[in-house]
């Protein structure tokens, strides 16, 4: 088959170049859009009067028969379609004849590529939109079913203060909002149509870009045609909020892991989403937690290989931009299944609160607590420091806790305190204390959980 773009050629490609040179076995899935880019331009030419009505409708008509073929299987892409845009024109050209040579009118594959891009990725961020929607909602069920379970709260992997469940959730809750609104203002930045920029430099014929757009859902045309053709920044931001997420679920995943190990016991994760030993019959193996902390590697490849594509790149076009599209689609899959996965382990996973109990007087977790309230009796919080950690080594010298202390030994390590002066140091009521705001205990992760719940509600409906 003869290239679309071959009249200046003597020599078809060479086999090799062919296969190299070829896009269409990853830029097949974006059929659908192409379908729809190509209807909306040859609607917009029609009504300019650059091809007639009747030759509109044979294209449309045309180009609708084939996108039914493709849904139901019956075209074979091959390289010698060279990409999604020639493998459907040339098909319509067969379908339709002479007629179906005009739909490339005032339009380049330079712009083509870039309103399919645009359309599919918009559609994918509507869906993972969608599934962090739902991580969200599971992650507010659960905050709220442990809202008053306390546990213990870390710094450089060591005890350090007693925090409750609830707040553990509704932290990484606000990491999976940020997530959202990254990319509501990615969807929103690069919601401007490219089709009629042609190759680089617009084109003498008398379109209407503005039309083209309203038609395909875009807010307005991209402002310069140069720009238009060579712009890869909304795939690099869709690419770095990808990154960033996939390093939430991998954060999580992390935690997951040891907290599933025999020395924490802290969680009992579903069966459905562990496997076992070829070799050792008692093993449980957190594997998905496990693959989605490494998925997140491949994330960030994909958004590097891009960066790196793009760095030494002139304006306008170049042959690199091909390049683009392999890493985009692996990150959408690699994200979206993360998400759903995540979700659902989530939602199956349960805390073993009479494990995390057992650690509940291991490292003084109410420290802080005692120098707070020494403070509020009049002690600089300075002098309220160095006086608890003094209490934790005589502690530590005669391993027992702050409720073992004598007023004698209190009295030796500060004359102000005494048993009576520290009142409450029970590690519930120093949960139950923190309620300033974005704190831990349980009234307050009751608050972020409205708050939350009431941003949720308010989210628009993905389309």
Known sequence: MAALWGGRFEKDMDEIVKQFNASIGFDKRMYNNDIDGSIAHVTMLADQGIVTQEEKEQIVSGLEKIRERIYNGEVVFTVEDEDIHMGIESRLIDEIGEVGKKLHTARSRNDQCQVDARLWLREEIGEIIDELIYMEKVILQKADKYADSITVGFTHLQHAQPITLGFVFMAYFQMFRRDIDRLMDTRDRMNLCPLGACALAGTTLPTDRQKTAALLGFDAPTENAMDSVSDRDYMLEFLSDAAISMMHISRWAEEFAWWNSQEFSFIAIDDSFCTGSSIMPQK??????????????????????????????????????????EGLFDAVDTWKAGVQIFAKMLEKTEFRTDQIDKQMGKGFLNATDIAEHLAMEGIPFREAHNIVGHMVKVCETRGCDFDD??????????????????????????????TSFGGTAPSEVRRQIKVGSDWLTGLPEQE
């Not at 937690?289 to 590097?304: I, N, P, Q, T, W």
């Not at 305190?417 to 140091?425: C, Q, Y």
Request: charged share 30%; net charge positive.
């Open 405 to 434: 202390l004598t007023d004698a030994e209190l009295a030796q390590i500060d004359a102000r305190v005494s048993k009576a002066s520290l009142g409450d140091i029970s590690i519930k009521a120093c949960v139950y204390a923190r």
């Open 284 to 325: 449980k193996n957190p594997d998905m937690a496990e693959l989605l902390r490494g998925k997140s590697g491949r994330v960030y490849g994909d958004l590097m290989q891009l960066l790196t594509v793009m760095k030494g790149t002139p304006l306008a076009y170049n042959k690199d931009f091909q390049e683009d599209k």
